[in-house]
């Protein structure tokens, strides 16, 4: 993998970030991030990032940021001209944080394909404990910002992710990778970013069976 160009996923969250780390450390070279926003482009999907917060992450990067905007319906056409763009400019592999879910693995792989992008998954099949143990030993600092109550209880929104964090959603029974939609992440800092993002997590707000902690930059 040493020196081949790629585009990065990039949700805004942990296993994004993971990705991209691993992928660097396999020699790969970020040429591009692709974020997919909701269709109105103030929020990205999933993770309901604003776009300045994206941007101020990627900035730090020091990548160049494509953002596309879209539907579920409309999704898998908007991410195809997402990768015939990356592809015109000569990247040829793309990298995401899938770990385990087959059938999306699948999707991606058969998806980058018709834009003759190869799909690179560097956390597939890692153990979902593993991948926060990781995270964290790598230096990453991610807060949790959306949470499903039907799945765990929504008092962990707005909370970093630490290893006590990690301990006691364990010990509950709850995924501490969130790999089942449990929860979403923001990472804000780590050994990818030139610097570490200024956010500001404000108090929750109940959509349904989410709660979300709204994210913006601290103001200067």
């Known amino acids: 993998m040493e020196n081949v160009h790629f585009v990065a996923s990039w949700s805004g969250g942990k296993d ?9 450390k396999l020699g790969m ?4 991030i692709v974020t997919m926003f909701e269709e109105d482009d103030e929020i990205s999907k999933s993770h309901a990032i604003p776009l300045d917060v994206v941007k101020a992450q990627v ?3 020091g990548v160049p940021l494509l953002t596309k905007s879209a539907s579920w319906g409309s ?3 908007q991410f195809i001209d997402a990768m015939d763009a990356c592809r015109a400019e000569g990247i040829t592999h793309g990298v995401f ?4 879910l087959q059938d999306h693995l699948e999707w991606v792989q058969k998806t980058c394909a018709k834009s003759d992008i190869i799909a690179v998954h560097p956390l597939w099949n890692m153990s979902r404990l593993s991948v926060v143990e990781e995270l964290l030993e790598a230096g990453f600092e991610s807060w949790i910002i959306v949470v499903n109550t ?26 501490a990778c969130g790999e089942n939609g449990e929860f979403h992440t923001i990472v804000v800092d780590g050994p990818i970013f030139s610097e570490r993002v200024p956010i500001t997590i404000s108090s929750p707000i109940e959509r349904g069976q989410y709660v979300f902690s709204p994210v913006s930059l601290e103001e200067k």
């Open 16 to 24: 994004s970030a993971l990705a991209y780390y691993r992928a660097l």
């Open 29 to 32: 070279v970020p040429k591009k």
């Open 59 to 61: 900035d730090r990067l």
């Open 75 to 77: 999704y898998e056409g």
């Open 97 to 100: 944080g899938d770990i385990d």
């Open 150 to 175: 039907t799945m765990m209880p929504a008092s962990y929104v707005g909370k970093r992710l630490t290893k006590e964090i990690v301990e006691e959603l364990e010990a509950a029974g709850i995924d």
